[in-house]
Every structure is written in C-alpha cells, then in structure tokens.
C-alpha cells in the first residue's frame, strides 16, 4: 500500500501521540501499525451460481432478498436494493460466473468526491457511506469509473446503497456475510497482500485454468477486489479500458494549484489596481 | 450622529423605514403583462413540482437514473448558469483594477445580475440534494472533504455570493437613504473586487474540474484534463455575451431608467465588449484545437458525435466570433447581438454536452429531461427574472445614484 495522506497523519499522529504521552501510548502503535487494507478474492473457477452471497448479503443488510433467476448472457445489475449480483457470461472458454459489488479501491474516486466525508475509505480497507454525512449531491456515482453507488431516486430520505464489506462485522472481529456464505470457497476474505499471494499462487499451480492476470492487482491504482478468472476479463463484463493509476490523481493537478491561485493572484490584481489607480481619479473608485 | 440615525430610520416622506420598506414590496405598473402572464403559471407550477419532490424523491419528477446522476438542474442551471454570471468578474476586472472607466456603467446592473445567478442557480442546486439538511457539513467543519472539487466549488459558491453582495451594497444603501452604510460599504469594494475575482478564476474553473474524474464517461472529444482552463476562459466570452444580451433588453424594457448620457454610451459599450469577445473566443478556440490534435482525436471526427463536435466549434464559437470581429470593424450593433446570442447558445451546448450529452454517450439509455424538470428550471429562471426587475425598479442600478452621492464625495 503506497502511502497516502491519511496513512502519513496517522504516522504523524502516532509520533506526535508517542512524545507527548511518552511510553504508555508507545505500547498501542506496533498494533495498529499492522492495520493494513483488507480485502475480498473471488475465484471464478470455483463459483458454482449458488446465490448464497446474494441472500446472506440481502440479509445482513435489510434488503430484499433477490428474486430473479440466474440466466445465461442476461446482465443482472446492481440496485439500490441489491448491493452485489452474480453474472453468467458465455466466453471464449465456456460459461463463467462473476461477482459484481463495490471494488473498494485502494485510492477512491467516490471518497476523493465526497465534499463531507460520507464516502469513506476506512484503514481496514472498506470504503463505507456514512449516512449523517451525506447531503445526496451524488457526485461519487458522477466519478466512480465502476459506476457503483446506487441512489435511492424514489425516497425523501435517499441513501446511497454499495457494498460496504461488512464493515460492522469486519470491526467485530467476523468476516463479511458473503463470504461466510459461500459454499465453494469462491470468496475469501484477508488482507490485500495475503490474498494477491494467494492469486499468484493459484495462477502459478495451474497456469492452464486461469489467465495471467489478476483483475483488482492494479486497475484504478488497485482495488480491494481482487479477482481471478479463466477467461479474458473484457469477456466477463469487466471495462478493461480503465485506467491503471488511481482516479482521484485526475483532480490532484487543478485542486494542487488552488493555493497557489490564492496567493499569487490577489497580489497581482492588487499591484495592477494600484498601478493604474489615478491620483486625481481616486475618490471616485468608490462606487 | 443623531443625524445619521435619522436618514437610515426615515425616508424622504417622512415614513419609518418599515412603511418605506413595505410600501417598495407592492408591485408597481401593469400587472396582466404579457411577460406575467406566462411566467405565473409555469412558477406556481414549478413550486407544486418541488414540493412534490421533496415528498416522493429526486426520481418522482426528473428522469436521471443510475448511470446518469446528473442531469438538467447540474448542467444547465448551475454549471451553464455560472458560466453565464462569468460577466461580473470579468467587468470588475476591467473596471476597478484596470480602470476602464467606459464600462462603469455596467458594472451595477452587471453584479447584481451576477449576484441573483449564484442566488438562484446554486441555489438550484438545493433542490438537486437527496439530503439537502447536511448540506451545511461540508461548512461547519465537522466533515470537511478537502479532497474534493466539489467542496472546493460550494464554498467558493458562498464566499462569491457575499464578494457580490459587498459590491452590490452601495446600491442597496442609496435606496435606504443610509449615508453612513454606503460610506462603510463602498470603501470595500476593491476588497470585494479582488477576492471576487479569484474566487471566480477558481470556481469557474472548478466547475470543469468536477468531471475530471469522470474520464470514461464523457465523449473524448469533450473530456480532456484541460476542461478547468477550457471553461475558465470560455466563462469570459459567455459572461460578457450575456452582459450584451441582457443589456439589449434591459435598454428597451427599462428605458426610463436609462439617462440620456448612457444611452450615447452604450454603443461603444458594446462594441468593445464585442473585441473582447472575440478576442477571447480566438484564444478559446485555440485551446480547444490544441486539445484535440494533443488528443489525437481524429478518428471521432467522422462519427455523429463528431459532426456534433463540429456544428459547436464551428457554428457556435467560429462563426460568433467572425461575427464579433467584422461587426466590431463596421460598428454593426444588430450584428454584435446576433453574435452574443449564438455564442450563449454555443455556451449552453457546450456544457451540456459536457456534462449531458456526452456524459455516457455509449450508454443504450439516453437521458433526456422530462418537462417537470424543464418546466422547475423555467421556474427557477422567472423566479430571478421578477426579482431582477423588482431591484431594477427601486434601486438606482440602471438610473444614476441620488443626488446626496455626489455631494457627499
């Protein structure tokens, strides 16, 4: 995980914590120190279509439990109602499953949107909503390149549904529900470095069943989600045009020269007001 | 002091300041106009529809969808409308800092124009918010998303509010009678000035950055990581294209208001403000070719979203500006306005497109407004219209300030 701003304060933190409180705080940082992006790896080889993550996902969250049925080339999507689908897609090798719910990227695009926080890419790894931060303006769905973020269009009170990798239970010490429901192992839940060992490891032992490539490993400057899969990623409804470095870099340029609009412009306008200001003239500027 | 307290307590009549103030809320002249009689209905209609809205959700009355969040009230009533109130920046600037005394005239009508726009049409965007009652968190501070473009731009949104606002108090303050007030209030002008201008060089620019991050959703030929500067320097010619507009009806509709003196003036007015135009659109066009060879997008130019493409750079932008430049030679003020309609209307396309139009082009759902979503917009556009009359109608903006201004200096 490169570091990222937040990562360098909590650093900061940790080191301002540790010369103020001295050796008792000290004692806490090797332990969140380790604290390191979780994430999700689906195995497509291994997905047998069950719908188990859908229901245990639908019932862990409060949404209704899927009632379409699973069919060949018939794209189900992600709702406001439904946070994670399974897709049967016809590729070059056959038939294939895959999941579909929020990548959760290492470097958001919806978090880096986010004018109050509400999305929020949390140091365990999941990007999570936080609904008394969000004003519904909806510019994460504008800016997510996976196009995840679901709105509720027909609520007063809309919120916004997206996986959120059962941040409750990961907090709790539990793994997500999808996971814990998945009878073929297809979805295994750990940290981001243990699981891409795990997918290098699989692709190694059977070069043959797999394509050489980890979906998640680097895309929009690496997700949470990782995925493997023995067909072509653009054959299994993946945009494999999106870029591979982060999406909030796209802003960085525009929002880095802000401060220095901010100095150097006022003093120029100011140095031009009052070189062409008038002396004779001058009473009359006020108007 | 005693005397001070009495002008701001009292009026010319002699009325407390509550009289005056309700007596200036009556209406004035005929009611059943025609102007009236079609923007009554469609407000009342507008304020049924928002309510509506706030009860059923967003989706109750537009017709935005998953894949397309953002629809009319973003890409027209904000980001065009700000585009649009780019003149009062831009007049300020060549009035207060490089003291273009010639367009003083303007600068009044020009902000408080500017001042109603940013009212309104970010005011717009209220109605556009799933959750509009956290909308103060990104201000007080408790979530404050510095990461993000759009924080930048709502709070440059509310500090350009206030900057235009400031300029505009002195004009309030000759209405009041408040001598004192007006003193106080126009010795901040130039400060006002200043940080207006930033605000909106940032915000403007702003405006475009937002669908940076949208790089795979918007039609290559429209999405570049130029936008910011593309829209920062098509703002000038759009905000200055409106002054020209706005200013050939406010001169038949408000004649009254107008002195004999400004109406001589408004000629050369005019075409000055239509080099500067095309001058600005030289430069914008430019970019936009230095953007598209950059780009290598030659390839999308034979398709119907290139035709598209071509119609806005070529019937909106080139032809304008040919417009403004040969009309500014032959002194041709029919011709000018002509040229500052076509180029709002290449404005307004432009946006769109940017945000609207080609923002998921490929998608096999096209979004296209439905009329509850016109029919707000329209609403929201008559709601500044009256308000703008109303101030025109009462303050000295168009008219030359009381009597007492000049004396006091």
Request: aromatic share 12%; net charge neutral; with cysteine.
């Amino acid at each position: 995980m490169s570091i990222n701003r937040r990562n360098f304060f909590k650093t900061v933190g940790i080191a301002g914590v540790t010369l103020a409180v001295g050796k008792s705080a000290g004692a806490n940082s090797p332990e969140s120190e380790k604290t390191e992006f979780r994430g999700m790896l689906y195995d497509a080889t291994r997905c047998v279509g069950c719908l188990e993550c859908e229901i245990a996902c639908a019932k862990s969250h409060n949404l209704p439990e899927p009632t379409d049925e699973l069919q060949v080339d018939v794209l189900r999507k992600t709702s406001e109602v439904k946070r994670c689908v399974i897709n049967y897609h016809t590729t070059s090798k056959g038939e294939v499953l895959v999941r579909n719910q929020c990548m959760h990227c290492n470097e958001p695009a919806c978090a880096a949107a986010c004018l109050t926080q509400a999305m929020y890419k949390t140091k365990e790894g999941p990007v999570i909503w936080r609904a008394d931060k969000c004003m519904g303006c909806r510019y994460c769905m504008v800016s997510c390149p996976f196009d995840v973020p679901k709105f509720e269009y027909f609520s007063a009170n809309p919120k916004i549904e997206k996986c959120d990798m059962c941040y409750d239970r990961i907090m709790k010490g539990q793994i997500p529900s999808c996971a814990e429901a998945c009878p073929a192992e297809a979805l295994i839940f750990g940290t981001r470095r243990e699981l891409l060992a795990e997918a290098r490891k699989r692709i190694a032992e059977n070069p043959t069943e797999y394509v050489d490539q980890i979906y998640g490993e680097n895309v929009a400057g690496g997700t949470g989600y990782l995925y493997l899969s023995p067909a072509p990623f653009n054959e299994v409804g993946f945009n494999t045009k999106l870029q591979n470095t982060s999406y909030p870099a796209l802003s960085k340029g525009f929002l880095y020269s802000v401060p220095s609009v901010f100095v150097l412009l006022p003093t120029l306008l100011l140095g031009i007001h009052k070189a062409t200001k008038d002396n004779q003239s001058k009473d009359e500027e006020n108007e | 002091m005693n005397n001070q307290a009495v002008t701001i307590a009292k009026d010319n009549d002699g009325n407390s300041i509550w009289q005056f103030l309700l007596h200036e809320l009556k209406p004035r002249g005929k009611w059943l106009t025609p102007f009236n009689i079609i923007s009554i209905p469609i407000m009342l209609l507008g304020l049924g529809l928002i309510f509506y809205r706030f009860i059923y959700g967003i989706g109750s009355i537009t017709n935005l969808s998953q894949e397309i969040p953002w629809g009319l009230w973003i890409g027209f009533d904000v980001v065009t409308g700000v585009a649009f109130a780019g003149g009062a920046y831009v007049l300020t600037f060549m009035v207060y800092i490089l003291k273009m005394d010639k367009y003083h005239s303007l600068v009044r009508v020009t902000v408080l124009n500017g001042f109603l726009a940013y009212v309104f049409y970010a005011g717009a965007l209220l109605l556009d918010l799933g959750r509009p009652w956290n909308v103060i968190n990104p201000i007080i501070g408790n979530s404050f998303g510095t990461s993000s473009v759009l924080f930048l731009v709502a709070w440059h949104f509310m500090l350009y509010m206030l900057a235009e606002l400031i300029e505009f108090s002195p004009a309030i303050a000759e209405w009041l009678g408040a001598r004192r007030a007006r003193k106080i209030l126009s010795g901040m002008t130039i400060g006002a000035v200043i940080f207006g201008i930033t605000l909106s060089t940032l915000h403007q620019s702003g405006l475009g950055a937002l669908f940076l991050m949208a790089k795979d959703k918007i039609h290559p030929l429209w999405y570049s990581e130029f936008i910011p500067i593309l829209f920062l320097v098509s703002s000038i010619f759009a905000g200055l294209s409106m002054v020209i507009f706005e200013g050939s009806i406010s001169s038949k509709v408000f004649s009254d208001q107008i002195s004999e003196k400004h109406h001589k003036a408004e000629r050369g007015i005019i075409q000055g403000l239509s080099m500067i135009c095309a001058v600005a659109m030289f430069a914008y066009l430019f970019m936009q070719l230095l953007v598209f060879i950059h780009d290598k997008n030659w390839a999308y130019i034979n398709t119907p979203m290139g035709y598209w493409f071509l119609l806005e750079m070529i019937g909106f932008v080139l032809i304008p500006m040919i417009l403004f430049f040969y009309s500014y030679r032959n002194n041709n003020t029919l011709m000018i306005r002509i040229a500052a309609i076509l180029t709002m209307l290449g404005i307004i396309l432009n946006r769109l497109n940017v945000t609207v139009i080609g923002f998921r082009w490929d998608a096999p759902v096209h979004y296209v407004p439905s009329w509850m979503e016109i029919t707000v917009t329209l609403a929201v556009i008559f709601t500044e219209i009256w308000i703008f009359r109303w101030v025109i109608n009462r303050m000295p903006v168009l008219r030359e300030s009381p009597a007492w201004v000049k004396e006091e200096k």
